[in-house]
């Protein structure tokens, strides 16, 4: 005995160390930063090239199976091997995007995994990706099967239905060469996951937040330490048993090692103790510091399949109104795999009563717990049996953003993986009773013979018939018009899909933005976009646009448009447009379908016309501003730096170029400047330095300006804030001044060879490179990088010494700065006499500068404002950040992923079956479900919609309760003011005591008598083009009309909603 069990530890130990052996490899190749830009912001550098040094061993490829195999080429693992000897079948062409009905007319079709491997391989030409032959997926081929799996594969994935007993050796070799391993199916509306990375998985980062941070207020030295964060930066965020580092905090005798982890025990919200330092000893506080969490690995134990099967540790819940639902639908697989066994693999028919009958004997003799005892979980059992053979796209793409995600954890170690067993469904989409055989037998030809099995028939025709529009087409969009193409949106004479993105494609969107290729880069993305949806359902009818949605474009998406829609989907990466789009929502009462993303985050929201709360309903809190005074002369951040070196970006090479092009082109240049009585000075002299003081004949002359500015902005700005707040001045009330947030300066002396510490980058090299670059290229000059030729140059340039100026005046706070009124003695005559001595626009005929706008994705713009912002933050004494954090910060990236787009878009589409209206079943709120996730942790969770906020009125003695989606609908014609205002009278017992719209006043009982005697007989429409000066466009039908209104008996006013009146 005591020999085995020094083997199986000996065995143990080998597993572990051959994971960590793969989890620690390297990729030879670079990171490609320009392909997996918004990716790196979710998984890291570290992370990335890990994933780049494994390889995935996948097993089916069905629906789900061509998902997975999507998601993990377009994150870039190094290679993926496809295994699926089975050609396909009709139920796999709603599910599998790269299969087509003319792959079952072929009797000597190609295996599945042969006819997806080249398009699959398209998507990343960093990736490898092969097929591996096996005769079957079945026991009768168990050794072949079993061989594939080596030590080479650092996970492998089932994506089909298998026997038990093959699965159950799979994941024991898989144990045996340490080997990640996961099993996802997705059967009609029912799915399951299951992972097990072994005995000792380490996960280098659970959560994929980025570490908390804060600023010390002081370190009392005490035993042991306590230490307060300052409060208007927020809580600390810490929880006792984390760790932290500290840097550059002043005082305690230098006692604090800040190369030294310290653990924490947290106090409160703003305080924390330093677990067994004593620093009593110190004779001075610590202040100003920074605090750093220290992000610790974590080592995870999963159980075996075959153990996870009889006794699951946990199951992962998605939906707390199914509470009973995950093992529940344990004993239906468990059932499942008994049924295939008796059956030779072969899952239930749709619409097989007998079939059905067997899965529920079956799963009684199973249901050890007595779960399994109700009307309700019968008829949820027949509906899981009869539609297990379909495969739906909203499914496949939902359980694949999630499956693929845990291939990327295992390749990674980054982020948590499911324990064990993890299910999801979509039941409340299935009709309440089971549909009749003739209505979901599938024909074996059709690309929708999923859908059928599941829905019906009658479903399926309302699905084509759809008129859906789609905003955006980035990431959610191409993803949302895949699902689309294969659940047959629009795919019939009488439906219809509109897409429209202004934007054209860039490298970074390759990462995820599938149905684009590279040479599909600077074109449009809704093009792109609706040729690829086509190429997969040729009958779809879609239309692009490369036009944004907004009241300017009213005359493409106007009220002739929106009347013929099903539909509306959001696609969007901004709340602004979302609200519009929102808001026609509502007037057109059309269901919105919202999803967004943010890295492994995301959420959906459904919104039904009566049924839920609008979009706009709840808002979240507008993003904090920074401070001017602190932007401009106190911070205490990276983000304040950034902000500051992008707005003076835009101010010198954007702005100062503007207004010289604006005084060389505009004729009326000088009357403009006098409506601009604030800037006015700050204009004429940027372009006196612009144009003349400072206007550059050579590159070199561009490289000593940059030398000259560095000087301006990081050594003299300093020497005059400390001019005016020396080091050790305090307040009136005796604080001093420098403390708290307000971080005292110092200067930099230039060094071209000089690096910082945090970020190891050359920062003054790289802004004199920057900025004479820039600057060149605003002045049509050749530039170079080279460096020793900016040594050479930078040699002989004369910089003056520093004298502080009287008289300067600088804002300590904000308070001051908005009080500060800015006289400028004779500031007008100053102004005419830089006016007259500017070269005038005749003398430089045909000259023009170039402003150039700053764009994150440059790197010679990034370039100079990291520098800038780095350069700034050492002033400061503030930690600096590297290029690529900077990028993210400077450029407000949003983190994107493929696997959380395809997850929400999944979501969403499945709500889409409930718009359009599940057989034989009236939907209410409660059957709709919004979702948030977080693929990192993981969390998933489901809830019903808000209702809408209700409003009470009385009208003719009869309570109404009316909501956002409510309008009084007015469909009588272009009537009169009279015949509106009797109208009311006689439908609502209403008096219209006033009538607007917009901001023009139609009537009031106020008024001029002779002017409302006028109005009183004319159409309203003329009323309106009357008072506005402007004709309707011609595509519009409805005017929306406010009005205030008092009941004709009780003289009360009654609140009623805005009037829809359909005059065309």
Not at 490 to 499: D, L, Y
Request: aromatic share 8%.
């Amino acid at each position: 005995m005591g020999n085995n069990n020094s083997n199986d530890k000996s065995n143990q130990t080998d597993k572990i160390k051959m994971s960590e052996e793969k989890m620690d490899a390297v990729a030879t190749g670079e990171v490609d930063e320009k392909l997996y830009s918004r990716q790196l912001y979710v998984m890291g550098h570290e992370a990335q090239r890990r994933m780049m040094a494994s390889s995935a061993l996948l097993f089916g490829l069905s629906g789900l199976g061509a998902e997975v195999a999507k998601n993990c080429i377009l994150a870039g693992i190094s290679s993926i091997t496809l295994c699926d000897p089975s050609p396909p079948n009709s139920f796999d062409l709603c599910g599998n995007f790269y299969l087509d009905p003319a792959h079952l007319s072929n009797p000597s079709s190609p295996s599945r995994a042969e006819l997806c491997r080249e398009k699959l391989a398209e998507l990343n030409h960093y990736v490898t990706v092969k097929t591996a032959e096996v005769p079957s997926l079945t026991m009768n081929h168990r050794d072949e099967i079993l061989s594939l799996i080596d030590g080479k594969v650092s996970v492998v994935i089932i994506t089909v239905p298998l026997v038990q007993s093959l699965v159950i050796a799979m994941n024991e070799k898989c144990r045996q060469v340490g080997a990640c391993f996961i099993h996802s199916v997705v059967t009609g509306v029912f799915s399951k996951a299951f992972c097990d990375f072994g005995p000792a998985f380490v996960v280098t980062d659970k959560d994929g937040e980025e570490p908390h941070q804060s600023q010390v207020e002081s370190i009392i030295p005490d035993n042991p330490a306590t230490v307060k964060v300052l409060e208007d930066q927020g809580r600390h965020g810490l929880e006792t048993g984390d760790y932290v580092t500290f840097s550059r905090v002043k005082g305690l005798d230098g006692a604090l090692d800040t190369s030294k982890e310290y653990k924490v025990i947290s106090t409160g919200p703003y305080t924390f103790e330093l677990d067994g330092v004593d620093l009593s000893s110190c004779m001075t506080p610590g202040t100003q510091g920074y605090i750093t969490q220290v992000k610790k690995p974590v080592t995870v134990s999963f159980q075996s399949y075959q153990e996870a099967l009889e006794n699951p540790e946990e199951l992962m819940m998605s939906d707390f109104a199914k509470f009973d639902r995950p093992q529940l639908l344990h004993l239906f697989y468990k059932a499942l795999d008994v049924f295939m066994d008796g059956h030779g693999g072969e899952l239930p028919h749709p619409g097989n009563q007998q079939e059905g009958e067997e899965m529920v004997a079956l799963c009684k003799s199973l249901d050890k717990g007595e779960i399994f005892n109700n009307a309700k979980s019968e008829i949820l059992l027949k509906h899981f049996a009869s539609g297990s053979r379909a495969v739906l796209s909203p499914m496949c793409a939902a359980m694949g953003g999630i499956v693929g995600q845990e291939v990327l954890k295992a390749c990674s170690g980054k982020f948590m993986p499911i324990k064990g067993f993890f299910y999801f469904d979509a039941d409340e989409s299935l009709p309440d009773e089971l549909l009749p055989a003739e209505e979901v037998v599938p024909t074996g030809t059709s690309r929708y013979d999923s859908q059928i099995a599941v829905f019906g028939k009658s479903l399926q025709e309302q699905m084509l018939k759809q008129r859906m529009f789609l905003v955006g087409a980035g990431a959610i969009g191409c993803e949302m018009l895949k699902n689309w193409a294969l659940m047959g949106v629009g795919c019939s004479e009488e439906g219809h899909i509109h897409v429209t993105d202004m934007d054209r494609i860039e490298k970074s969107n390759l990462s995820r933005q599938f149905l684009f290729r590279s040479h599909h880069i600077d074109h449009f993305k809704s093009t792109c976009a609706a040729e690829a949806a086509m190429g997969m359902n040729p009958d779809m009818k879609i239309t692009s646009y490369q036009e944004k949605v907004a009241a300017d474009t009213e005359h493409i998406f106007g009220d002739d448009f929106y009347d013929k829609l099903t539909g509306v989907c959001t696609a969007l990466d901004n709340v602004e447009a979302r609200l519009y789009v929102d808001q026609k929502c509502l007037f057109y009462r059309l269901p919105m379908l919202e999803s967004g993303t943010l890295g492994t985050k995301g959420n959906t929201q459904v919104v039904v016309p009566h049924l839920t709360e609008n979009y706009g309903a709840t808002r979240d809190p507008p993003e904090k501003s920074i401070p001017v005074c602190t932007l401009k002369n106190f911070p205490n951040q990276i983000q304040h730096t950034l902000q500051w070196a992008r707005d003076y970006f835009a101010g010198i090479f954007t702005q100062n170029a503007e207004d010289v092009n604006s005084y060389l082109s505009a004729p009326d240049f000088a009357k403009k400047l006098e409506a601009q009585q604030n800037t006015k000075m700050d204009t004429l002299k940027s372009i006196q330095s612009t144009l003349v003081d400072d206007r550059p004949r050579s590159f070199e002359d561009c490289v000593v300006w940059s030398r000259l500015k560095f000087e301006e902005l990081f050594v003299n700005q300093i020497h005059q804030l400390l001019h005016n707040f020396p080091e050790d001045q305090v307040t009136s009330n005796g604080t001093k001044f420098w403390s708290g947030s307000k971080r005292c300066p110092k200067p930099l002396a230039f060094d071209i060879n000089a690096v910082c510490e945090d970020a190891a980058m050359r920062n003054h090299f790289d802004f004199i490179v920057a900025a004479a670059n820039l600057r060149a290229s605003m002045y049509g000059i050749k530039g170079r990088t080279d460096e020793e030729y900016f040594v050479n140059v930078l040699k002989n340039v004369m910089v003056p010494d520093f004298t502080p100026k009287e008289g300067v005046k600088i804002a300590a706070n904000d308070a001051e700065t908005e009080n500060d009124p800015n006289p400028v003695d004779n500031a007008d005559n100053e102004a005419d006499e830089i006016l007259k001595n500017l070269p005038k626009p005749s003398e430089l005929a045909g000259f023009k500068l170039n402003p150039i706008e700053f764009d994150k994705d440059i790197d010679e713009h990034m370039r100079f404002v990291t520098a800038c912002s780095n350069l700034r933050a050492m002033n400061y004494s503030i930690p600096t950040e590297d290029n690529h954090r900077s990028r993210a910060i400077a450029g407000k990236i949003i983190p994107a992923i493929a696997t959380t787009t395809a997850l929400v878009t999944g979501l969403v589409c499945l709500e889409l079956y409930k718009i359009v209206g599940s057989p034989r079943k009236e939907l209410k709120a409660d059957a709709y479900k919004n979702a948030f996730v977080n693929l990192a942790t993981p969390f998933i969770t489901l809830s019903e919609p808000m209702p809408p906020a209700k409003t009470k009125a009385v009208i003719k003695g009869k309570e109404w309760e009316w909501t956002a989606w409510d309008s009084i609908d007015v469909n009588k014609g272009d009537i009169t003011l009279a015949e509106l205002m009797e109208y009311f009278k006689t439908e609502y017992n209403l008096e219209i005591s006033m009538l607007s719209h917009g901001v023009s006043i139609l009537y009031s009982f106020f008024a001029n008598k002779k002017k409302v005697e006028e109005r009183m007989p004319m159409p309203m429409s003329k009323i309106i083009t009357g008072i506005t000066k402007k004709d309707f466009p011609p595509n519009q039908l409805f005017i929306i009309l406010e009005l205030i209104a008092n009941d004709l008996e009780t003289d009360e006013e009654v609140e009623i909603p805005y009037v829809k009146f359909r005059f065309r």
